[in-house]
C-alpha cells in the first residue's frame, strides 16, 4: 500500500526565491491550462485531454515572449501541474456522468498566489540524502523525523500560508499486522466530551479552536484595520496564519495519538456515521463540530485499521443507540440532548447517556456481545424481541417489579 510521509523543510533565502519561483510557474500554467479547457467548452469542442495541454502550456508557451520565464524552472513540476488539472477534470466529468461514486466533484478552478502552495516531483526531478536534492532548486535542509520504509515515487513541496514548507513523499509500505487481541470496542462522539467509549471511559478533546478565540479575534481586528497592500497588513496576516496553524497542528496531534491508542489496544472498533457536512450547516454548533475533528479522526482510525489488520465498524446514522437500553433492549423513545442520564422503565437501569449509546453502538458493530450475551445479526432494530428475566444482571430489579 502507498502512503504519505511528510517531513518539514528549511530553505535557506535563494532556495525560497527559487521555491517561489516555481511555485507560481506551476500556479500559471495551471491557470492556462483550466482557461483554454473553459474557451473548448464555451466554443463545444472535445478535451483535448493530458498531451495536448501540456505541449500547448509548457512547450510551445516557453518559446513565446509572455511564457518565456517557464523555462528558468524544472519541467517537471509543470507538467505535474498538467496531469494534476486532467485528473481533477476526467473525476469531474466520471462524477457528473455517475461514474465516479460518492460525493459530486466539483469543477477545477483557478489557483491563487495568496493561499498555500505546491508543487509536485517525479522521481527524474529530486533525489533523497542527507538532505532533499530539487531540480533548479538546490539542496534543502530536511528535520528526517523518522526514515522513509522505501524509495519514493514522487515528493510534494507546499507552502503554507503561515510561511513554513513542507516536503510529502508517496512511498510504497508494507502492512504491519498487529498481535491478534479479542478486544472490541464502541465509541460514541460527542461535543461535550469527545469520545465516550463502552467501558465508561470519556476522552476530552483539547478543543484548540475555543481555547484560542479571543486571540484569534484579537489579531483579525488588528489585520481589519490595517491598510491594504501595506507592509503591516502583510505581517498582521501572517500572524493570523500562524495562529490558525498552531490550532490545526494541536488538534491533528491529538486525533493522531487517540486513534493510534485505540488501534493498537482493540481489535474491533465500531463508531457511528455522523453526517458531518450536514450537522456543520446548523450555525449554533458549526464552529464547535468543526473544532472536534470527527470526519478526520474516522479517516484516520480507518487508514490505520488497514494498516495494521483492525477491523472497524461503521453503523447506520439512524440506529437509535441514544433511545435504546443497552441492559434489556426497551427502546425509550428520543430524549432531550439536555438529559445525560437516564432510567430504563423496563429494566430499571441508570445509564449515562454516552456510555449506554457506546455499548449500544459496540453491539451494532456485530462484534461483541451485550451484558446478557445478545448479539447483533444483520440490520435488524436494536430492540429486543423478548426480554429473558433469568439471564439479565437486572434479575432483582424485575423480581422487585413482579
Known sequence: MKQRYRYRIYPNEGQVIRLAQMFGCSRVVWNDALAECQ????????????????????????????RSWLADVSVV?????????????????????????????????FKSRKSAQSAEFTQRGFKVGSKLYLAKIGSIKVQWSRKLPSEPSTVTVTRDASGRYFASFVVDVEPELLPWNDKAIGIDLGISTFATLDNGTKVEAPKPLKRSLKKLARLQKALSRCEKSSNRRAKAKLKVAKLHARIKDVRTDFLHKLSTRLIRENQSISIEDLNVSGMVKNRSLA??????????????LEAKAEMYGRDIAVINRWEPTSQTCSCCGHRAGRKKLSIREWQCLNCGSLHDRDVNAAKNIRVAGGQSETINERRRTGKTSLLAQSVDAFSQPCEVQLTLRF
Open 77 to 109: 513540476p509543470l507538467q505535474q501541474s498538467v496531469r494534476a488539472l486532467d485528473v481533477a477534470f476526467r473525476n469531474f466529468f466520471n462524477s457528473v456522468t455517475g461514474k465516479r461514486k460518492g460525493p459530486k466533484v466539483r469543477h477545477p478552478r
Open 39 to 66: 474557451r473548448l467548452y464555451r466554443q463545444r469542442e472535445k478535451y483535448p485531454g493530458f498531451a495536448v495541454l501540456a505541449k500547448q502550456m509548457i512547450t510551445e508557451a516557453k518559446r513565446t515572449v509572455e
Open 287 to 300: 464552529k464547535a463540530i468543526s473544532d472536534l475533528g470527527w470526519r478526520q479522526f474516522r479517516t484516520m
